[in-house]
């Protein structure tokens, strides 16, 4: 770049969008700008940079390595800047903004629920825009500002994305109230009674209790596959199967009683992901500790 003096902010919001969209056309409908306005700015880029930023190709734009290894570095000094622009003191019950954050259908009853609740109270100027979890794009999602949070496993957060432990989880053996297995559950009526399972969208038949049972050479009949956890409780509250789920699902009111399984089952843990271009953001940074005050307080049934 010849003169620091010669870019201005535009420019560097006009190259993020043609890194994150492939194309002129939808980084100026992203813009709000008309095409031949970001044909000029990538021109000025072409030139500040002095080097092509991107070939066409029948996929679209191509960036080259200069401008892909542009991509974090104007990522983060975006967002940097945005947070510059926000108030020194942030104060909750004056801020305006969306956030889109993604989540299961379990994290958005146990942490979205309650983190909804609070802003309304706390910051109502602050919407919410969830998503489904789509693993595979998550961390391009993160990145490109179509996600500011996502709500996930350890294991499934991308290397460079920051990330906060939001707590751990047990299962629990759960069914609806008065159900016959609810004064004492030993392995054998565990493996006796018929359990539903929650696949998510690939109708499987199998889970950790499963792979727990398989390991002292025990197994469980499982009749019923139902792609969300919601509909999970709906099934077990209407009817006598059971259902191994996570403690902090069930919740007063559910028409279900929980108990101990008999038998050591694998618990996971949740954490809070998001990109460093939001890190310093006095608005995510305020959420971000929001959702961590969620994540210490206990949730669900006591267990029987």
Known sequence: ???????????????????????????AERLALTQPAVSGMLTRLRDSFEDPLFVRS??????????QALAIPIKRVLGEIEGML???????????????????DYAQRTL?????????????????????????????QLASGELDMAILTPDSVSPGLQAMHLYDEQYVCAMRVGHPATGHLDLDTFCTLEHAIVSLGSGAFHGVSDEALARIGRARRVCLSVPSFLMLLEVLRSSDLIGVLPSRLVQP?????????PLAIAG?????????????????????????SIGEQPQGLMRS
């Open 1 to 27: 770049m010849r003169n620091i003096r010669n870019l201005d902010l535009n420019l560097l919001r006009t190259l993020d969008a043609l890194l994150d969209e492939g194309s002129v056309t939808r980084a």
């Open 58 to 67: 029948q996929r679209g734009l191509v960036p080259t390595a200069r401008a």
């Open 86 to 104: 926000q108030p020194p003191d942030f104060d909750p019950a004056q801020a305006s903004l969306t956030l889109a954050v993604a989540a299961t």
């Open 112 to 140: 979205l629920m309650p983190l909804l609740a609070a802003l309304r109270d706390q910051a109502p100027g602050i919407r919410l825009a969830v998503r489904a979890i789509e693993e595979p794009r998550v961390a391009q």
């Open 253 to 261: 009111g559910d028409g279900l009683q929980v108990v101990e399984p």
């Open 268 to 292: 996971f843990s949740k954490v809070l992901a998001w990109h460093e271009r939001t890190h310093h953001h006095p608005a995510h940074r305020w959420v971000r500790a929001l959702l961590a």
